[in-house]
């Protein structure tokens, strides 16, 4: 078997997309897997967010495997990695994670953190023999959409000129940096910008910033037209942040609304009790659990106190 991998180029990009979306309807086991995630789109954004994280193996010439890593900063998530269905069982993953983890060691990244599937011990297997440990189960919640939601009072980021742009993304860069030091979220924040997969907004509080939520909607994003999916969205946890953080779901909820989602998805690490809770009582309902795995093992941001929304698939 001569399997290859290397960087993924923009060429590879619709065949990378094709094999992860028959991977995951394959294992979810979707009568079609080809449409699976709908006209959602797991690859494109992450390979234009970071190309240097984002791998091809090939087969004889052909691709058969796509494996992918988030570049937050200090902070890296891992995934989706994904292999052809045909070829399951060969070993063509675990050769796959080799580049995957030479490209976390060479960064240098606090923690890699990855959300996989604790029904599947084989996936487990997998990620442990590469350093990665156990932690809490993550759940990806959803809520179906108030057609009246009232908006709170947040700022888009497709509303602001280019200097706004560039100051609303600093702002985001300390928050993030509040939580831990070094999380930078501005390649998820400009992918959602330059290929149009949703939009970003701000919480502010006597005019200072106190939270964002980046969010993805419509086709190509990795939401899919049928939901928004909150990527990642915080506020600070200082002593008025439960209601900050209720104003987020507030906001992420009106924003959807605005945009004509049916429902909103946003995940909920178990470690982070405080916004787990907040959620449940917000109306959000977990549908799908996933457990985190870290590397090296540590909490990294997932604190009790943290008001945090991601779920790192
Ligand atoms: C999870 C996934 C990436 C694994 O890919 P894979 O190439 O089949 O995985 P591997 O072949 O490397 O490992 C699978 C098993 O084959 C074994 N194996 C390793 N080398 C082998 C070889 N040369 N020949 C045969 N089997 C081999 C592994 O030891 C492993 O056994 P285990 O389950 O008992 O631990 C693939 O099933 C997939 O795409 N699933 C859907 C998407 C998904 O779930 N992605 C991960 C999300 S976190």
């Known amino acids: ?25 394959t294992f979810f086991g979707v009568p079609d897997p080809t449409k699976f995630r709908g006209d959602g789109e797991a690859v494109s954004g992450r390979h234009h967010a970071n ?32 292999v ?36 599947s011990s084989s996936h487990i297997r997998l990620y442990e023999q590469f350093g990665f440990w156990m932690r809490r189960i993550t759940g990806v919640m959803m809520k179906p959409v108030q057609a009246s939601t009232a908006s709170p ?40 910008t330059e290929l149009g997969l ?35 969205g915080m506020v600070k946890n200082d002593e008025g942040g439960n209601a900050l953080f209720k104003s987020l779901l507030a906001s992420c909820e009106a924003l959807a609304a605005r945009r004509g989602a049916p429902e909103i998805a946003a995940g909920a690490n178990s470690e982070r009790t405080a916004a787990y809770r907040l959620m ?11 457990v985190i795995m870290m590397r090296a093992d540590q909490p990294g941001y997932n604190r009790a106190n943290s008001l945090v929304i991601d779920d790192w698939r």
């Not at 399951?88 to 994670?97: E, S, Y």
């Not at 200072?208 to 990642?232: T, Y």
């Open 198 to 232: 949703g939009d970003t907004l701000m919480l502010r509080r006597d005019g200072a910033p106190a939270g964002f939520a980046i969010c993805h909607h419509g086709a190509g994003s990795e939401a899919s037209s049928a939901r928004l999916l909150v990527k990642f």
């Open 153 to 192: 009072g947040y700022t888009l980021f497709s509303d602001l000129d280019d200097a706004g742009y560039e100051n609303a993304l600093a702002e985001c860069g300390t928050l993030a940096g509040g939580l831990h030091p070094g999380l930078d979220l501005s390649r998820e924040i400009r992918t959602v």
């Open 84 to 119: 052809d269905p045909g070829h399951w069982g060969k070993g063509i993953a675990h050769r796959m994670m080799t580049p995957m983890v030479d490209y976390l060691d060479q960064r240098d990244f606090d923690f890699t953190g990855l959300f996989t599937h604790p029904q």
């Open 1 to 25: 078997m001569a399997l290859t991998i290397r960087p993924m180029v923009p060429a590879d990009v619709a065949e990378a997309e094709r094999i992860t979306r028959i991977a995951f309807g």
């Open 51 to 82: 190309p240097h994280g984002a791998f091809v193996g090939e087969l004889d010439g052909r691709p058969v495997a796509s494996g992918m890593v988030m570049d937050w900063g200090s902070v890296a998530v891992l995934g989706p990695l994904a």
């Open 280 to 290: 449940q009582e917000a109306g959000f309902r977990t549908t799908m659990n996933g």
